[in-house]
T-cell receptor
Framework: SQQGEEDPQALSIQEGENATMNCSYK?????LQWYRQNSGRGLVHLIL?????REKHSGRLRVTLDTSKKSSSLLITASRAADTASYFC????????????FGRGTSLIVHP | EADIYQTPRYLVIGTGKKITLECSQT?????MYWYQQDPGMELHLIHY???????EKGDLSSESTVSRIRTEHFPLTLESARPSHTSQYLC??????????FGSGTRLTVV
Protein backbone atom coordinates (compact mmCIF):
# COMPACT_ATOMS: atom_id res chain seq x y z
CA SER A 1 0.00 0.00 0.00
CA GLN A 2 1.05 3.60 -0.46
CA GLN A 3 0.40 4.38 3.19
CA GLY A 4 3.23 6.16 4.95
CA GLU A 5 4.55 4.68 8.16
CA GLU A 6 5.87 6.93 10.89
CA ASP A 7 8.70 6.06 13.19
CA PRO A 8 8.96 6.10 16.16
CA GLN A 9 5.41 5.40 17.31
CA ALA A 10 6.01 7.48 20.43
CA LEU A 11 8.62 10.03 21.44
CA SER A 12 9.10 11.69 24.83
CA ILE A 13 11.53 14.60 25.21
CA GLN A 14 12.25 17.62 27.41
CA GLU A 15 11.38 21.15 26.43
CA GLY A 16 14.16 22.74 24.43
CA GLU A 17 15.32 19.49 22.84
CA ASN A 18 14.89 18.68 19.17
CA ALA A 19 12.38 16.07 18.01
CA THR A 20 12.86 14.02 14.87
CA MET A 21 10.18 11.86 13.30
CA ASN A 22 10.52 9.72 10.22
CA CYS A 23 8.15 8.54 7.53
CA SER A 24 8.71 5.73 5.05
CA TYR A 25 6.56 4.86 2.06
CA LYS A 26 6.54 2.25 -0.69
CA UNK A 27 5.81 3.70 -4.13
CA UNK A 28 6.53 6.86 -6.11
CA UNK A 29 4.88 9.96 -4.79
CA UNK A 30 3.78 13.32 -6.08
CA UNK A 31 4.09 14.96 -2.70
CA LEU A 32 4.36 14.20 1.00
CA GLN A 33 2.62 16.16 3.72
CA TRP A 34 3.04 16.44 7.46
CA TYR A 35 0.17 17.14 9.83
CA ARG A 36 -0.23 17.71 13.57
CA GLN A 37 -3.19 16.50 15.59
CA ASN A 38 -3.88 17.62 19.11
CA SER A 39 -5.78 15.13 21.22
CA GLY A 40 -9.29 14.53 19.93
CA ARG A 41 -9.15 17.32 17.35
CA GLY A 42 -8.79 17.63 13.60
CA LEU A 43 -5.46 17.63 11.81
CA VAL A 44 -3.52 20.79 11.06
CA HIS A 45 -1.45 20.94 7.89
CA LEU A 46 2.21 21.74 8.59
CA ILE A 47 4.25 21.34 5.43
CA LEU A 48 3.86 19.90 1.92
CA UNK A 49 7.03 18.83 0.13
CA UNK A 50 6.95 17.85 -3.52
CA UNK A 51 8.85 14.96 -5.03
CA UNK A 52 11.35 17.29 -6.72
CA UNK A 53 12.17 19.06 -3.46
CA ARG A 54 14.69 17.88 -0.88
CA GLU A 55 14.12 20.20 2.05
CA LYS A 56 11.60 22.73 3.32
CA HIS A 57 11.46 24.95 6.36
CA SER A 58 8.64 26.57 8.26
CA GLY A 59 9.54 28.32 11.48
CA ARG A 60 10.96 25.67 13.82
CA LEU A 61 10.01 22.87 11.43
CA ARG A 62 12.35 21.30 8.91
CA VAL A 63 11.22 18.58 6.53
CA THR A 64 13.51 16.54 4.33
CA LEU A 65 12.61 14.15 1.55
CA ASP A 66 14.79 11.39 0.13
CA THR A 67 12.96 9.83 -2.80
CA SER A 68 15.73 7.30 -3.39
CA LYS A 69 15.14 5.89 0.09
CA LYS A 70 11.41 6.62 0.01
CA SER A 71 11.59 8.40 3.30
CA SER A 72 11.01 11.77 4.90
CA SER A 73 11.83 13.29 8.23
CA LEU A 74 10.25 16.06 10.29
CA LEU A 75 12.51 17.93 12.68
CA ILE A 76 11.08 20.21 15.36
CA THR A 77 13.81 22.35 16.86
CA ALA A 78 13.76 23.81 20.37
CA SER A 79 10.57 21.96 21.24
CA ARG A 80 7.93 23.41 23.53
CA ALA A 81 5.26 21.78 25.68
CA ALA A 82 2.71 23.10 23.18
CA ASP A 83 4.27 20.86 20.52
CA THR A 84 2.83 17.85 22.34
CA ALA A 85 0.61 16.18 19.73
CA SER A 86 0.48 13.35 17.22
CA TYR A 87 2.27 13.93 13.94
CA PHE A 88 1.18 12.23 10.73
CA CYS A 89 2.74 11.96 7.33
CA UNK A 90 0.52 11.60 4.28
CA UNK A 91 1.69 10.54 0.85
CA UNK A 92 0.01 11.34 -2.47
CA UNK A 93 0.92 8.80 -5.14
CA UNK A 94 2.21 10.08 -8.44
CA UNK A 95 -0.10 9.58 -11.40
CA UNK A 96 -2.98 9.00 -9.05
CA UNK A 97 -5.87 10.90 -7.62
CA UNK A 98 -3.62 13.04 -5.38
CA UNK A 99 -5.61 11.88 -2.36
CA UNK A 100 -3.03 11.35 0.37
CA UNK A 101 -3.07 8.28 2.59
CA PHE A 102 -2.11 8.63 6.24
CA GLY A 103 0.05 6.60 8.56
CA ARG A 104 -0.63 5.89 12.25
CA GLY A 105 1.36 8.84 13.42
CA THR A 106 4.07 9.56 15.96
CA SER A 107 2.87 10.58 19.41
CA LEU A 108 5.17 13.33 20.72
CA ILE A 109 5.20 14.37 24.37
CA VAL A 110 7.27 17.38 25.34
CA HIS A 111 7.80 17.70 29.09
CA PRO A 112 8.06 21.21 30.54
CA GLU B 1 -8.59 29.54 12.64
CA ALA B 2 -10.57 26.78 10.91
CA ASP B 3 -12.56 27.61 7.81
CA ILE B 4 -14.22 24.24 7.81
CA TYR B 5 -16.92 23.50 10.32
CA GLN B 6 -18.29 20.23 11.59
CA THR B 7 -21.36 19.73 13.70
CA PRO B 8 -22.13 18.28 16.09
CA ARG B 9 -18.86 18.07 17.96
CA TYR B 10 -20.06 15.10 20.03
CA LEU B 11 -23.02 12.79 19.41
CA VAL B 12 -24.36 9.87 21.43
CA ILE B 13 -27.24 8.02 19.81
CA GLY B 14 -29.04 4.72 20.03
CA THR B 15 -28.65 1.80 17.65
CA GLY B 16 -30.83 2.00 14.57
CA LYS B 17 -31.11 5.79 14.48
CA LYS B 18 -30.51 7.78 11.32
CA ILE B 19 -27.95 10.55 11.69
CA THR B 20 -26.37 13.21 9.54
CA LEU B 21 -22.98 14.71 10.28
CA GLU B 22 -22.63 18.20 8.89
CA CYS B 23 -19.56 19.68 7.21
CA SER B 24 -19.27 23.13 5.66
CA GLN B 25 -16.31 25.09 4.32
CA THR B 26 -16.01 28.73 3.37
CA UNK B 27 -12.88 28.54 1.22
CA UNK B 28 -14.55 27.62 -2.07
CA UNK B 29 -12.57 24.38 -2.30
CA UNK B 30 -13.82 21.93 -4.90
CA UNK B 31 -12.43 18.85 -3.14
CA MET B 32 -13.93 17.57 0.08
CA TYR B 33 -13.35 14.40 2.06
CA TRP B 34 -14.63 12.34 4.97
CA TYR B 35 -12.21 10.29 7.07
CA GLN B 36 -12.85 7.91 9.94
CA GLN B 37 -10.30 7.66 12.73
CA ASP B 38 -10.24 5.44 15.80
CA PRO B 39 -8.14 6.61 18.79
CA GLY B 40 -4.42 6.32 18.13
CA MET B 41 -4.97 4.97 14.66
CA GLU B 42 -4.54 6.12 11.09
CA LEU B 43 -7.17 7.96 9.10
CA HIS B 44 -9.29 5.96 6.69
CA LEU B 45 -10.89 7.65 3.69
CA ILE B 46 -14.59 6.80 3.48
CA HIS B 47 -15.93 9.31 0.92
CA TYR B 48 -14.69 12.13 -1.26
CA UNK B 49 -15.99 14.65 -3.75
CA UNK B 50 -14.30 16.61 -6.51
CA UNK B 51 -17.15 19.06 -6.89
CA UNK B 52 -20.89 19.57 -7.00
CA UNK B 53 -22.79 16.37 -7.84
CA UNK B 54 -19.56 14.35 -7.63
CA UNK B 55 -19.15 11.74 -4.89
CA GLU B 56 -16.94 8.68 -4.62
CA LYS B 57 -16.38 5.95 -2.06
CA GLY B 58 -12.99 5.74 -0.42
CA ASP B 59 -10.82 2.86 0.68
CA LEU B 60 -12.77 1.95 3.79
CA SER B 61 -16.02 0.13 3.27
CA SER B 62 -18.70 2.22 4.85
CA GLU B 63 -22.44 2.05 5.29
CA SER B 64 -22.68 5.80 5.10
CA THR B 65 -23.69 7.99 2.18
CA VAL B 66 -22.76 11.54 1.21
CA SER B 67 -24.15 14.26 -1.01
CA ARG B 68 -22.65 17.37 -2.62
CA ILE B 69 -25.40 19.68 -3.77
CA ARG B 70 -23.49 22.85 -2.94
CA THR B 71 -19.75 23.48 -3.10
CA GLU B 72 -19.53 24.45 0.55
CA HIS B 73 -21.59 21.61 2.03
CA PHE B 74 -20.71 17.90 2.28
CA PRO B 75 -22.93 16.06 4.78
CA LEU B 76 -22.48 12.41 5.72
CA THR B 77 -25.48 10.25 6.60
CA LEU B 78 -25.77 6.96 8.44
CA GLU B 79 -29.17 5.43 7.73
CA SER B 80 -29.06 3.03 10.67
CA ALA B 81 -26.33 3.55 13.23
CA ARG B 82 -24.64 0.58 14.89
CA PRO B 83 -22.09 0.32 17.73
CA SER B 84 -19.43 -0.52 15.11
CA HIS B 85 -19.88 3.03 13.77
CA THR B 86 -18.53 4.47 17.00
CA SER B 87 -15.51 6.53 15.94
CA GLN B 88 -14.31 10.01 15.14
CA TYR B 89 -15.33 11.41 11.76
CA LEU B 90 -13.15 14.09 10.19
CA CYS B 91 -14.12 16.28 7.27
CA UNK B 92 -11.51 18.03 5.12
CA UNK B 93 -11.24 20.14 2.01
CA UNK B 94 -8.43 21.06 -0.36
CA UNK B 95 -7.35 22.50 -3.63
CA UNK B 96 -5.72 20.14 -6.11
CA UNK B 97 -2.28 18.97 -5.04
CA UNK B 98 -2.35 21.06 -1.88
CA UNK B 99 -2.58 20.41 1.82
CA UNK B 100 -5.89 19.66 3.48
CA UNK B 101 -7.82 21.84 5.87
CA PHE B 102 -9.55 19.69 8.48
CA GLY B 103 -12.54 20.36 10.65
CA SER B 104 -12.44 19.65 14.38
CA GLY B 105 -14.25 16.35 13.92
CA THR B 106 -17.40 14.70 15.20
CA ARG B 107 -16.96 12.08 17.90
CA LEU B 108 -19.80 9.59 17.45
CA THR B 109 -20.83 7.03 20.04
CA VAL B 110 -23.56 4.54 19.21
CA VAL B 111 -25.04 2.76 22.22
Amino acid sequence: SQQGEEDPQALSIQEGENATMNCSYKTSINNLQWYRQNSGRGLVHLILIRSNEREKHSGRLRVTLDTSKKSSSLLITASRAADTASYFCATAASGGSYIPTFGRGTSLIVHP
Amino acid sequence: EADIYQTPRYLVIGTGKKITLECSQTMGHDKMYWYQQDPGMELHLIHYSYGVNSTEKGDLSSESTVSRIRTEHFPLTLESARPSHTSQYLCASSERDAGYTFGSGTRLTVV
